[in-house]
């Protein structure tokens, strides 16, 4: 059984940072390439980061770009979303997910989501 399970999440005051993770089992974790997203209430789901299947590859929506770092540990099976600067309107549930490729319409397998509170 694949799953996913983000650890990381919490409340922490505009300016501040919190560091997510996602953790991988079940699946060939170097085959996938591994997204964040995030919803906030009363909004769609819109994408965060992406990182391919190294390091190499990452991607970062623009509200984001300067301030958060996504990264991938292959021998932990484990994403990290360093999270800095955090803003109020980037508070939202967080999910990352596996998909074959970044700009894949649809991804494999979802997590469960970890709350991420941004006091202003």
């Known amino acids: 059984e694949v799953q996913l399970v983000e650890s990381g999440g919490g409340l922490v005051q505009a300016g501040g940072s919190l560091r997510l993770s996602c953790a991988a089992s079940?699946?060939?974790?170097?085959?996938?390439?591994i997204g964040w997203f995030r919803q906030a209430p009363g909004k769609g789901r819109e994408g965060v980061s992406c990182i391919g299947y190294s390091n190499l590859n990452t991607y970062y929506e623009d509200s984001v770009k300067g301030r958060f770092t996504i990264s991938r540990d292959n021998a932990k099976n484990t994403v990290y979303l360093q999270m800095n600067s955090l803003e109020p309107e980037d508070a939202a549930v967080y999910y990352c997910?596996?998909?074959?490729?970044?700009?894949?319409?649809?991804?494999?397998?979802w997590g469960q989501g970890t709350q991420v509170t941004v006091s202003s």
């Open positions: 079940g699946l060939t974790f170097d085959d996938y390439a």
């Open positions: 997910a596996a998909g074959p490729f970044c700009e894949a319409a649809q991804y494999d397998y």
